[in-house]
């Protein structure tokens, strides 16, 4: 029986691209870089922050990475007022998940300062038992990630679900021996997740805890 949900954050439990996107090229103006288009930054969303600029403005000085990871910052947690949300039903599911004796994680690209603060708005925080940010283990797609989830709980690959929106996600799941959750409503096309064989494709995040009440591994 599946008895582990770990959840991406960005993208599968909260609508934050657009929020994302705008405080990636407001950061990069800053510097006198030219802005990324939205296609290229849905593409970095997942990855870890110094990960992302890299992919964004291949050889880019440390000093240089260091100043956009700050500027990025400044705008997300702070001046960028574009709103962010909860996807529909996200809530309630994961209390009816976490009710029925799931165990909750979060593995994400966030920094811990960045998923503490949105626990703390959102108020979901005591539902998950353990989580996990890129600036204190590694980036996606390595699987070091889920190891430290799997050995803080436990647990074994084979009881664990990896639930995301991008093949970041899906291939830290593969890697790491973790059946894979696509999600179709976040940042990467459907397409991309689909050769990482997910057990499952959820168009809505309520899917979810329909499918593990009706296919539970016995």
């Avoid at 870890?48 to 880019?60: H, K, Q, V």
């Avoid at 664990?160 to 899906?170: K, Q, S």
Wanted: with cysteine; hydrophobic share 40%.
């Amino acid at each position: 029986m599946y008895k582990l949900l770990i959840f991406d954050w960005d993208g599968t439990v909260i609508d934050s691209a657009a929020r994302i996107v705008s405080s990636i090229q407001r950061a990069a103006l800053d510097l006198a870089f030219e802005p990324p288009g939205v296609d290229a930054i849905h593409n970095i969303i997942g990855l870890g922050l110094p990960e992302a600029i890299l992919t964004l403005y291949p050889g880019l000085a440390d000093q240089d990475v260091g100043r956009m990871r700050e500027r990025y910052a400044h705008y997300y947690l702070v001046a960028d007022e574009t709103p962010t949300a909860l996807f529909p039903g996200a809530r309630e599911s994961l209390e009816s998940l976490r009710d029925k004796g799931f165990r909750l994680a979060v593995a994400t690209g966030k920094s811990r300062r960045g998923l503490d603060r949105v626990f703390d708005e959102t108020g979901l925080g005591p539902l998950f038992e353990v989580s996990r940010c890129a600036d204190e283990t590694t980036s996606k797609p390595d699987p070091h990630m889920l190891h430290e989830i799997l050995e803080l709980t436990g647990l074994s690959s084979a009881e664990a679900l990896m639930i995301g929106d991008t093949e970041y996600d899906m291939e830290m799941g593969v890697r790491a021996g973790v059946a894979g959750v696509a999600v179709s409503y976040g940042a990467h096309h459907i397409d991309r997740l689909k050769p990482y064989n997910p057990v499952l494709e959820i168009d809505h995040f309520p899917e979810l805890e329909h499918w593990l009440d009706t296919h539970r591994q016995v």
